[in-house]
């Protein structure tokens, strides 16, 4: 089995957001850098030089979060707008967020943000089972990995080899629906 190669991720593109941050800045009538960041800084109390805001709009420069978060709230009037998010989000986490629901974040007692939560993107997926399937195979090679018969059944191979390396079985795309909600301050086995 090869090894597993790195690839550059780029989980938000900065560079289209800078573009959308001009197009919308000057779509709302601010012709001048100036005249926008004054307002930014009375909108959000977020000082924020002209140079810097050129930066942001030409991609030279990522905004910090709080950057981000005042120029998306003096904008649009909310922190992560819907329009930023489908434009400048990877494909991977646009997955991930249509895979939960915009309100799952929101709910009472939800934990999406848990190691155990139920969905990876399953490119995502192949690769994590890759890894683990190695970490697995060097576990076992030293004894140290416990044998257990599955029957043939891929989704239980693929919780035991998660197991023996100590990670929830959701990171390689196991289907999780008779797993409850997980919470906060509830222990789950897997």
Known sequence: MG?????????????????LV???????????????????YLRTRMSMS?????????GKQTPNASQFLALNIALTGEPMPKKVAALCMSKEWAQIVHAFGESAAMEPGADVCSPS???VPDSWADENILRITEEFAELHNHGEAPDEPTGGDDFAFVRHIAEAVGEPPSLLGVPLPTYPPMKLGVEYTF
Request: proline share 4%; aromatic share 16%.
């Open 3 to 19: 090894k597993l190669t790195e690839q550059a991720f780029e989980p938000f593109d900065f560079g289209l957001y800078g573009m």
């Open 22 to 40: 001009r197009k919308m800045r000057t779509d709302l009538g601010y012709r001048k850098a100036e005249d926008f960041v004054r307002t930014l």
């Open 50 to 58: 002209r140079e810097t805001l050129y930066k942001i709009e030409q």
């Open 117 to 119: 939560a139920p969905w």
